[in-house]
């Protein structure tokens, strides 16, 4: 039993994520369009910063082109991901934290909070190549600690596969693979396996390259990694633990009891920015006096303290508190297993029960909102809405045809999907303030080249957009010479939510 505990685990999370977002479409992210879109580019056939503008490395584009090509390009094809980057976390949780603790409720608790506190923001839980980043940096992360017994040459080189899995998905876990590689150098148990681990690495490294290298896209992707870094890392720069419009608007006019609540919300809302400084501090003074106990040793833990920093900083330049949820699932068995340790009867007991409660009530809350949608047949295929979002959606489907030229403007691209638009430009979205002049210049001359029949605008306040990226270069908040070109060519036919549905004249 304690051997498929683990697949166990993973299996109810995915069975329990697949009712809860295997057909969820929401018209409201900003950023899950990004994915949504690559994917189906790459299903028909096309090539990441060849043929179309993206933000990471190719990992999720070939990730949900691969899942779209096999399952067909719907919902589901995308949310299969999302749920298998879960539900995989879900089991290394549970598999780290019984390393740790050994056999008892903490492995258990520490799956159940991770997963109970991550599903809480609906926002959050939408596909995103830091889920699938995150879970392949887990893996390696698990696969390379020494604490899981002798070294074995397979387990290592696979570690090193699966980081580079992790880096071609997000480049910046890199850190990741740099600190596995160094620690593995001066830990003496992990020395004999760096061998394997790099040769699975250059072998995942060399496999990716060797595959846009055949699409004509290698040298296309490290401009694009440069343009990332001349104006992706200033727009996007936010502090450790940030929320979109600060904390005074959380608590903006509340008082007495009602701000006790809000509060007590915050405080569990704001696990993934505490919960690691927490963790790293009560394992600092648990484990000054005592070098081992129960096969646990010092390195043990500063191993995993010291990857799971390294996946916090592989978040930069954007530290907000939705980025630290994806590098937080090794806290959360590092904290179950030291309130195991130090924690003994009733203050055990009442902890445990506060904590499962609250991740309970989160979970209630995803679960209800699961609930309160209505189930729609989209070009999407099956798909389960906000009433509200479903009305608008069945608005431009009125409208907009399958196959139509689209271009929506400047920032929500799951319109694409939603509506099998089809995109003119190289680019799927637009953000004023970090995309480069030249990015205006290229999506004008594709406008004028093919003009759409369709353009789905919403008119974004520049305050608005100092809101949600409060870095942006406040002098490029606004796109002139496509407003121009739309407002030229392209009157309003329909108004759907905040979006108006322009036909070109």
């Not at 949504?36 to 179309?52: E, K, N, S």
């Not at 501090?281 to 010092?298: I, P």
């Not at 390294?310 to 508190?321: E, S, Y």
């Not at 002139?480 to 030229?488: Q, V």
Request: proline share 6%.
């Amino acid at each position: 039993m304690a051997r498929i505990a683990p697949l166990l685990v993973f299996v109810l999370v995915f069975v329990f994520l697949f009712w809860l977002v295997g057909h969820r479409l929401t018209l409201l992210n900003n950023d899950e369009g990004i994915y949504l879109d690559a994917g189906r580019r790459v299903a028909m056939g096309q090539t990441p910063y060849r043929d179309f503008f993206y933000l990471s490395g190719p990992g999720t584009p070939w990730v949900m082109g691969l899942s779209m090509k096999l399952f067909g390009t719907h919902l589901l094809a995308a949310r299969l991901p999302l749920i298998f980057d879960l539900s995989l976390m879900a089991a290394l949780v549970f598999w780290i934290a019984r390393r740790l603790a050994g056999s008892g409720a903490a492995p258990a608790a520490a799956a159940f909070l991770f997963v109970g506190f991550s599903i809480a923001q609906t926002t959050v839980l939408l596909p995103n190549h830091r889920w699938d980043s995150g879970a392949m940096a887990l893996s390696a992360l698990a696969l390379a600690w020494p604490g899981r017994g002798p070294a074995r040459w397979y387990a290592s080189t696979l570690a090193g596969l699966v980081c580079a899995a992790a880096v071609w998905i997000t480049p910046s876990l890199g850190l990741l693979a740099l600190t596995l590689i160094v620690w593995g150098l001066l830990d003496p148990r992990m020395r004999p396996s760096v061998p394997a681990f790099l040769a699975g690495g250059l072998a995942g490294l060399g496999a990716g390259a060797a595959v846009l290298s055949s699409q004509g896209a290698l040298a296309s992707m490290f401009d694009q990694l440069l343009w990332i870094g001349r104006n992706y890392s200033g727009a996007n720069r936010m502090f450790y633990g940030q929320v979109i419009g600060g904390y005074g608007a959380l608590v903006s006019g509340s008082s007495g009891f009602d701000l006790a609540i809000v509060c007590t919300i915050l405080f569990f809302f704001t696990i993934p920015a505490w919960l690691p400084i927490a963790a790293t501090l009560g394992w600092a003074v648990a484990l000054r006096k005592t070098g081992r106990e129960a096969g646990l040793t010092r390195a043990d833990v500063a191993y995993l303290l010291v990857c799971g920093a390294a996946l916090i900083a592989a978040q930069m330049p954007r530290l907000d508190l939705p980025h630290l949820m994806f590098a937080s699932p090794v806290y959360y068995a590092l904290s179950a297993a030291l309130a195991a340790r130090i924690l003994r009867g009733v203050p055990l007991t009442v902890c445990t029960i506060i904590f499962l409660l609250a991740a309970g009530t989160y979970a209630g809350f995803a679960c209800l909102t699961r609930l309160k949608e209505q189930s729609v047949q989209t070009r999407a295929g099956l798909a389960s809405m906000n009433p509200e979002e479903a009305r608008l959606l069945a608005t431009l489907e009125s409208f907009v045809k399958p196959g139509d030229s689209l271009f929506v403007f400047p920032y929500m691209p799951v319109f694409y999907f939603a509506l099998d638009g089809r995109n003119p430009t190289r680019y799927s979205f637009l953000q004023p303030g970090m995309s480069s002049i030249q990015d205006e210049a290229n999506v004008l001359a594709d406008l004028h080249r093919r003009p759409p029949q369709w353009v789905i605008y919403l008119n974004i306040q520049p305050e608005d957009y100092l809101r949600i990226w409060p870095s942006s270069d406040p002098t490029r908040l606004r796109m002139e010479s496509i407003e121009h070109f739309i407002a030229g060519g392209y009157e309003p036919v329909t108004q759907a939510g905040p979006y108006s549905l322009l036909r070109r004249r």
